[in-house]
């Protein structure tokens, strides 16, 4: 019952406030709104039956980070995620969007909530129903889009994941990758703030997989987009917390290393071990962890 | 008791279903066009199977009674009965049984797939409710599409009915047409499109609640189907019995 009323009044502008005051007042003077968190885990439990899959989860992702999830298969991360759009609802604890409490939430009012989330998923989830372009163009339909803009906006986006030949193809004809590929094109309409990843290169050839960090990397630096990748490969960990985007003199935009000039990357690691956080942190801290686990996961051994 | 429960849980659930279904509809966006695709897919797609259906049954009513009537020499109020027991019983319960097997099937089977491909997940994540989108159309189409597909079904019973007692029992053609519509009373024409939009309710939502909650994969996608087809089957029949006595009851038919 509590936290139904709980999330009720969260969404009201004074409840905002509240919980801005006591962190980062300096911060808050110049740009109130990079305080409030894009997504707050407040000690969440969930279980499915007698299995505990998240234990006791807390960790923030702030504006313009990307936080990669690390963790053993079946360790609880696509549950985290599918948490955040609401698809499940935690046991116990708190989940906050920009600062409202999603966790009382009802389907109806969770869709307003997720018309800012962008969510690729692991297996794809293509509608099979429906065409390439259908697919990718759902959520502008959706919005009653006039059709030039829809148009535009699907072509664009599947020149993003090299995918233009594809686009009267039905998603049986297509194979995994491209099909991923799709799923990532039709997240990334709308321009969603906050966009949630659970391993988009899983089976790709290391070039693709590379582009996808790239767009993941673009999305962090250059449109300040909020996001959680999961993900097994740690060459994927190298490029996002390695990289930054920024666009040239010419318009292009180019990655560069970290160190080669200033930059905090604004990337951090979260590990999961059978539903707890074990680690949070950059990625020197992770591959010079002295943690059994952590390093086992590194070396596979 | 612990089934109990569950019937009382599933009765709750697809109450639910049905009502937030309705509600959707009086928002927007509209899904006109997924309404009207579904009611081409249920009714068209439905009208083959179901005129066979009345009109063998039309036929075989005649072929299993007139000689019967002949015996007693009441063979002249033949089409009096094959038109009674058509619009008030057959009609309804046949075309609705088929309906089941054939759309209802069809609708488990694809929500069930789209359950266990998590495409209901990525809809929902898309922002799109699943209820409005998916659910109300497909029931809208049904209850909608349900009467239309039974009075097809009683007027080729009846025309079925014709061509064997002429065909077969030499009867005059005129004799069986005036009989047929001495059968046929308002009371009896309401109750046969009450009846149909009843059982359009009826399957609708059992496919859709069992589509909606398939577990266990694909497998489970089977499993879902076959029960929503037995479910809905089961219910039509019971509620047809429930259905004949209100109906004669409130329109005060007499049995004759
Ligand atoms: N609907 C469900 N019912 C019961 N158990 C579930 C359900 N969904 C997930 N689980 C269990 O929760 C645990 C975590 O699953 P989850 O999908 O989050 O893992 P994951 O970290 O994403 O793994 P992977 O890397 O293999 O994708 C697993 O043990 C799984 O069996
Ligand atoms: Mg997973």
């Given at each position: 019952m509590l936290p139904q009323t709980d999330a009720e009044t969260v969404s009201t502008d004074e409840n905002l406030e509240q919980e801005l005051e006591p962190t980062d007042l300096e911060d808050a003077v110049d740009e109130p709104e990079r305080v409030t968190p894009a997504i707050e885990f407040r000690d969440v439990h969930l279980s499915f039956d007698d299995k505990k899959v998240l234990d006791n989860v807390s960790f923030i992702v702030r504006r313009g980070e990307t936080k990669i999830i690390l963790g053993r298969s079946g360790g609880g991360k696509s549950t985290t995620i599918r948490l955040i759009l609401g698809l499940l609802k935690p046991d116990s604890g708190q989940i906050l969007i920009d600062g409202e409490?999603?966790?009382?939430?009802s389907e109806v009012k969770m869709m307003d909530v997720r018309k800012k989330i962008g969510m690729v998923f692991q297996e794809g989830?293509?509608?099979?129903?429906?065409?390439v372009y259908d697919n990718v163009a759902y959520r502008l339909h959706e919005q009653g889009k006039p059709k030039e803009e829809v148009e535009h906006e699907v072509q664009r986006m599947l020149q993003f994941v090299d995918l233009e030949d594809a686009i009267d193809k039905m998603p049986a004809e297509l194979s995994g990758g491209m099909l991923r590929r799709v799923g990532i094109a039709r997240a990334l309409v709308g321009d969603p703030s906050i966009v949630l990843f659970?391993?988009?290169?899983?089976?790709?050839?290391p070039p693709t997989a590379r582009t996808i960090c790239e767009l993941a990397i673009k999305l962090r630096d250059i449109q300040d987009v909020s996001s959680i990748f999961v993900t097994h490969e740690l060459k994927n960990i190298e490029y996002l917390s390695s990289e930054f985007a920024v666009v040239d003199e010419n318009g292009q935009v180019v990655f560069e290393m970290e160190g080669e000039k200033m930059c905090l990357i604004n990337t951090e690691i979260v590990m999961l071990k059978q539903g707890k956080i074990i680690f949070t942190g950059k990625n020197e801290e992770f591959f010079g962890s002295d943690d059994p686990y952590i390093k086992k996961f590194v070396r596979g051994r | 008791m612990n089934s109990f429960k569950k019937f009382i849980f599933q009765l709750q659930e697809i109450t639910n279903l049905i009502i937030s279904a309705f509600l959707g509809?009086?928002?927007?966006?509209?899904?006109l066009v997924d309404l009207i695709r579904q009611m081409d897919i249920i009714g068209v797609g439905s009208l083959p199977i179901v005129l066979l259906t009345g009109f063998f049954t039309g036929g075989v009513l005649i072929l299993q009674t007139y000689p019967t009537f002949q015996y007693y020499s009441i063979q002249s109020t033949v089409g009096r009965t094959v038109a009674t027991s058509l619009i008030r019983e057959l009609g309804p319960v046949l075309t609705a049984l088929m309906v089941s097997g054939r759309i209802g099937s069809a609708i488990s089977a694809e929500l069930g797939s789209m359950v266990v491909s998590q495409q209901i997940d990525a809809m929902r994540a898309l922002g799109t409710d699943p209820m409005r989108k998916l659910v109300a159309p497909r029931l809208l189409a049904l209850i909608f599409m349900l009467p239309f597909l039974t009075v097809a079904a009683d007027i080729f019973g009846i025309i079925g009915g014709g061509l064997v007692a002429t065909g077969?029992?030499?009867?005059d053609y005129n004799a069986y047409i005036t009989s047929v519509r001495s059968g046929i009373s308002t009371a009896d024409i309401i109750g046969g499109i009450v009846k149909p939009l009843v059982f359009g309710l009826i399957i609708g939502s059992i496919s859709c609640y069992k589509g909606l909650t398939t577990e266990g994969g694909t497998v489970g996608v089977g499993r879902s189907t076959t029960n929503s087809v037995v479910l809905a089957s089961i219910w039509v029949i019971i509620f047809d019995f429930f259905l004949s006595r209100a109906i004669n009851t409130v329109l005060d038919i007499k049995y004759i």
């Open positions: 409490d999603i966790t009382g939430y989830a293509l509608f099979d129903s429906l065409s659970d391993e988009p290169t899983a089976g790709l050839d | 509809v009086f928002k927007k966006p509209h899904y077969i029992f030499n009867m």
